[in-house]
């Protein structure tokens, strides 16, 4: 072999162990705008550490539930890092499913949001860290309010809203009093649901594990919300979910909508919204107690217990959800189009407050929200719109399904309880909770 040989064959050696030494990291998730983002912003961590690649695989929300829940479950090992929610954090934290997300001290976990850290944490150790978190609010027409000579109060009551809901409602000239959610999914129509249920001091279980559905509380929640929707909102109510309804608010068709925070940023857009300089918010509406009004999520980068490549996974996930990533992408974009709901740092941005008008209410309902004290009678479990048990996610299926058909006008509200207490109670039967 000639000197001129071994050195290009030292040199592609060399090469090679270079390209095996470089991590690839295989990060699981959903595919909405925040998200999107990260990815294209990608880059600038790629050239901050050249070792380490970054391989997305992007899915729609409930194929992205499953995917990584059958991964975790079954210890399959396809994703380094994934994107989790408030739901699933707690209960795999408990099951040792995750690792402890432990950043560095310039990262400054002590600048989440409580609320946010809290519900991302088992036994004080956080177990995903946000990258976007959101509360609800409610959202309405202040011209229409005015016009109505309406002044609705930082936090309303829902009787307030009904009232106001009456003044409005004009379906002959394409507005309805309120738009809410109707579509049937524990995270569509009973994310709200819970939340009204919550408020009229109802629960989704008392401290025995029993389903509390056919109770007074909900019976007073949903007779409510049927009635409102009935009098009061669009036609189809019962199909409608966030996306139908942001459509709905932004061509100028609804008058009131309590739901995600997150949707106040497209509302008051102009480019997507008819209505945006008209638009006001408020908190969550209340009525027997203001505990659990409003709910509290984020979506959250996590990595499995059994990841080969935690400090690379770490080294993303304190990047991706740092105060300098949410700095990266105000320049980049706009500091109205930042991931907001994490940081107290970002509330006190001037540059963001000055973007977005819906700051200080979208801030004071994430505030206000509290995973592990939800309910005015005490519950087990962790979660305001939702039990972080494994057994809730068929429960509010198949409540979601009897409360969307109470509303469409296919059963009573009576019989859709009724049924909606056998449904849980054989659930919570089978997998143990009593006997």
């Known amino acids: 072999m000639t000197i001129k040989t071994s050195l290009a064959l030292a040199a592609a050696l060399a090469l090679a162990g270079a390209a095996q030494a470089d991590t690839e990291l295989v990060i699981a998730t959903v595919n909405n705008g925040h998200m999107i983002e990260m990815q294209k912003l990608g880059k600038h961590f790629e050239a901050a550490h050249p070792d380490i690649k970054l391989k997305w695989v992007t899915l729609e929300e409930g194929t992205l539930r499953q995917r990584v829940t059958t991964d975790i479950a079954t210890k399959g090992g396809q994703f380094d890092v994934m994107t989790i929610g408030m739901y699933e954090t707690p209960i795999w934290g408990k099951k040792g499913w995750l690792q402890e997300i432990k950043p560095d001290a310039a990262y400054d976990v002590d600048d989440l949001l409580p609320a946010v850290r809290s519900?991302?944490?088992v036994d004080g150790k956080l177990y995903?860290?946000?990258?976007?978190?959101?509360?609800?609010?409610l959202m309405y027409r202040k011209d229409l309010a005015d016009k109505a000579g309406v002044q609705l109060p930082e936090r309303p009551t829902w009787a307030q809203v009904k009232d106001l809901a009456a003044k409005i409602h004009?379906?002959?000239?394409?507005v309805y009093g309120i738009c809410l959610r109707g579509k049937p999914g524990w995270g569509d129509n009973m994310a709200f649901l819970s939340t009204l249920v919550n408020t009229h001091g109802g629960q989704w279980f008392d401290m025995s594990w029993k389903p509390q559905i056919d109770s007074k509380p909900w019976h007073d929640a949903i007779t409510f919300y049927v009635d409102l929707l009935k009098n009061y909102g669009p036609p189809g109510s019962s199909a409608n979910s966030f996306n139908e309804i942001l459509a709905l608010y932004n061509a100028?068709?609804?008058g009131m909508w309590v739901d995600a925070t997150i949707a106040a940023s497209f509302i008051s857009d102009p480019k997507q919204s008819r209505v945006a300089d008209k638009v006001a918010f408020a908190q969550a509406p209340t009525a027997v107690t203001p505990k659990g009004a409003n709910w509290l999520w984020a979506w959250s980068l996590a990595i499995p217990a059994g990841s080969?490549?935690?400090d690379a996974a770490q080294k993303f996930i304190t990047w991706a959800t740092s105060?300098?990533?949410?700095?990266?992408?105000g320049k980049t974009n706009g500091w109205g189009s930042v991931p907001t709901g994490t940081r107290k740092s970002t509330y006190a941005n001037p540059e963001f407050l000055k973007a977005a008008k819906f700051a200080a209410a979208e801030k004071a309902a994430i505030d206000s929200a509290n995973?592990?004290?939800s309910t005015l009678p005490k519950s087990p479990y962790v979660g305001?719109?939702?039990a972080a048990i494994p057994e809730f996610q068929a429960i509010g299926i198949a409540v979601g399904q009897q409360m969307s058909a109470a509303l469409a006008g296919k059963t009573t509200v009576d019989a859709a309880l009724k049924a909606s207490q056998t449904a849980a109670d054989r659930e919570m039967l089978k997998a143990g909770y009593y006997k």
């Open 252 to 254: 100028g068709k609804c």
């Open 308 to 310: 080969k490549k935690v």
């Open 170 to 174: 004009k379906p002959a000239e394409g």
């Open 371 to 373: 995973p592990t004290d």
């Open 119 to 121: 519900g991302l944490s």
């Open 323 to 329: 105060k300098d990533y949410i700095a990266l992408v």
């Open 384 to 386: 305001v719109q939702f």
């Open 128 to 137: 995903a860290a946000p990258f976007y978190g959101e509360s609800s609010m």
